[in-house]
C-alpha cells in the first residue's frame, strides 16, 4: 500500500456527476468499456453483477445493456448514487438496476453472479478488507481494474499518486482527507485465487491500469 491513512472523503460525487455527463454524450470511458468486455470471458448475458464502487453507474449500465439480467451498484456516496439512478432511468434500464450508499467492505452484499470493482481497491485504504469481503458475494465471477504496482508503470503510479496525495492533502476543504493508493496486485490476485477463482483474463487499459477478470475454477 502507498501512503495515506483516511477513507474516502468528499470527491467523488463530483467525478460521478462528470462521468454521468460523458456517458450521456459519448458512452463509457475506454477502461470501462475494456472491463465490460473482459466480462464476456465469464459471460453477462442473463446473469447478476454487482459493481462495488460503481460511481456514475456506467458498468452497471453497460453491463445491462450487453445482456446482463440484474445489475447493483454499491458506492460511499450519495451524489454519485443519484448520478447512477439517473443514468439508469435515462437508458431505460431502472427496473434491473439498483443503487445504493453503502461501503462495500462491511455493507450486506447481495450474491451475485459478478462482482466487479472498477478503479475502487485504490481509493480504499484496506484493501484486503474490501477484496476478502467483496469476494464472498461472487457466484461465478470476479474482476478488478487498479493501477498496476510493479515495474516501471507501477513506478510512475505511484509517483503521481504520491503528488496527487501532497495536492490532497492541502486542500481538505475540497477532498475531505481523501488518500489514494497503490495497493500492491500480488497478494490480491492470490486472495482471489484462495477463494476459488482462475484468472481468464488480464489486460493493461492506457498502460498504467491493471485489469484482471476471474471465473470460479
Ligand atoms: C475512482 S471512482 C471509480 C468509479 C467507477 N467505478 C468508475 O470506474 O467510473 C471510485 C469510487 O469508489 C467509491 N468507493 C471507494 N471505496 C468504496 C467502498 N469501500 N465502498 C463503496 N464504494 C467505494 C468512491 O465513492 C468512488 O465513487
Do not use: K
Not at 450519495?78 to 432511468?89: C, F, K, Q
Not at 437508458?91 to 450474491?111: H, W
Not at 497503490?182 to 484462495?194: K, L, Q
Amino acid at each position: 500500500m502507498d501512503d495515506g491513512e483516511n477513507t474516502p472523503g468528499c470527491c467523488f460525487d463530483d467525478w460521478a456527476r462528470n462521468e454521468s455527463r460523458r456517458a450521456r454524450r459519448v458512452g463509457a470511458d475506454g477502461v470501462t468499456t475494456a472491463l465490460l468486455d473482459g466480462l464476456a470471458q465469464v459471460g453477462l448475458t442473463g446473469r447478476t453483477v454487482l459493481d462495488v464502487g460503481a460511481g456514475a453507474g456506467t458498468l452497471v449500465v453497460g453491463a445491462l445493456e450487453r445482456g446482463a439480467a440484474r445489475a447493483t451498484g454499491f458506492d460511499l456516496g450519495p451524489g454519485a448514487v443519484e448520478a447512477a439512478r439517473s443514468l439508469a432511468a435515462d437508458r431505460g434500464l431502472a427496473a434491473r438496476a439498483r443503487f445504493e450508499v453503502a461501503d462495500g467492505s462491511v455493507a450486506a452484499l447481495p450474491p451475485s453472479d459478478l462482482v466487479t470493482l472498477n478503479r475502487v481497491i485504490c481509493c480504499y485504504p484496506d484493501a484486503a478488507a474490501l477484496v476478502t469481503h467483496t469476494l464472498a458475494a461472487a457466484g461465478r465471477g470476479y474482476a478488478f481494474v487498479l493501477p498496476r504496482s510493479t515495474g516501471p508503470f507501477g513506478r510512475i503510479n505511484r509517483a503521481v499518486l504520491r503528488l496527487g496525495n501532497l495536492w490532497f492533502r492541502f486542500r481538505p476543504g475540497v477532498y475531505g482527507g481523501y488518500r489514494a493508493f497503490v495497493h500492491d496486485i500480488r497478494p490480491i490476485h492470490d486472495r482471489v485465487t484462495a477463494a476459488g477463482f482462475r484468472p481468464v483474463h488480464t489486460a493493461h487499459p492506457r498502460g498504467l491500469w491493471h485489469l484482471a477478470v476471474y471465473a470460479r475454477a
